[in-house]
T-cell receptor
Framework: AQRVTQPEKLLSVFKGAPVELKCNYSYSGSPELFWYVQYSRQRLQLLLRHISRESIKGFTADLNKGETSFHLKKPFAQEEDSAMYYCALDGGTSYGKLTFGQGTILTVHP | ETGVTQSPTHLIKTRGQQVTLRCSSQSGHNTVSWYQQALGQGPQFIFQYYREEENGRGNFPPRFSGLQFPNYSSELNVNALELDDSALYLC???????????FGPGTRLTVL
């Protein structure tokens, strides 16, 4: 069975502070992991794919297979980063079947 | 490039009724997945359609069924609605892994 855990439901930081959103997973195969973000009144959108090793809007995430984690990090948070963040694991069919965590609401205060 | 669209935006039904939700996939995507998102929860995978066939199913009863059409658009049908079916239903389209899935705005279903 595959599972994704985001231990923090709420996370508050001040503008300019570092932020880390935690994600742990359990999966018996080789995982493909994603971060999705949902800004207020907008649809769920893809933020990062671990396989791309990219940085989007200053966010990065490293897959740590030993700790089964895929934490999302940003060195200097901005107010516009305030949103709901979901970690998701892709397993199953060739075209993807996402298992989502419960989500973390990030609030960046001015 | 056209994004994923869903209709209707909102829907209110009563217990025991049937509902059909619709989704048009993003241009260039041949796979559609459906998710249910209850309040305060992450989305849960219902099933996926590829080339008009069901291609994987989550832990949902048979009264949740679907279709995919030759133009890759899709329908989600739910029979014998229950109160717990009240949720946001999300459609996502994709091409090959691991490019990720791209979501529509959702249909908010309320069952009274």
């Amino acid at each position: 069975a595959q599972r994704v855990t985001q231990p923090e439901k709420l996370l508050s930081v001040f503008k300019g502070a570092p932020v880390e959103l935690k994600c742990n997973y359990s999966y018996s195969g080789s995982p493909e992991l994603f971060w999705y973000v949902q800004y207020s009144r907008q649809r769920l959108q893809l933020l990062l794919r671990h396989i791309s090793r990219e940085s989007i809007k200053g966010f990065t995430a490293d897959l740590n297979k030993g700790e089964t984690s895929f934490h999302l990090k940003k060195p200097f948070a901005q107010e516009e980063d305030s949103a709901m963040y979901y970690c998701a694991l892709d397993g199953g069919t060739s075209y993807g079947k996402l298992t989502f965590g419960q989500g973390t609401i990030l609030t960046v205060h001015p | 490039e056209t994004g994923v669209t869903q209709s209707p935006t909102h829907l209110i039904k009563t217990r025991g009724q049937q509902v059909t939700l619709r989704c048009s996939s993003q241009s260039g995507h041949n796979t559609v997945s459906w998710y249910q998102q209850a309040l305060g929860q992450g989305p849960q995978f219902i099933f996926q359609y590829y080339r008009e066939e069901e291609n994987g199913r989550g832990n949902f009863p048979p009264r949740f069924s679907g279709l995919q059409f030759p133009n890759y658009s899709s329908e989600l049908n739910v029979n014998a609605l229950e109160l717990d079916d009240s949720a946001l239903y999300l459609c996502a389209s994709s091409s090959r892994r691991p490019n990720g899935q791209f979501f529509g705005p959702g249909t908010r279903l309320t069952v009274l």
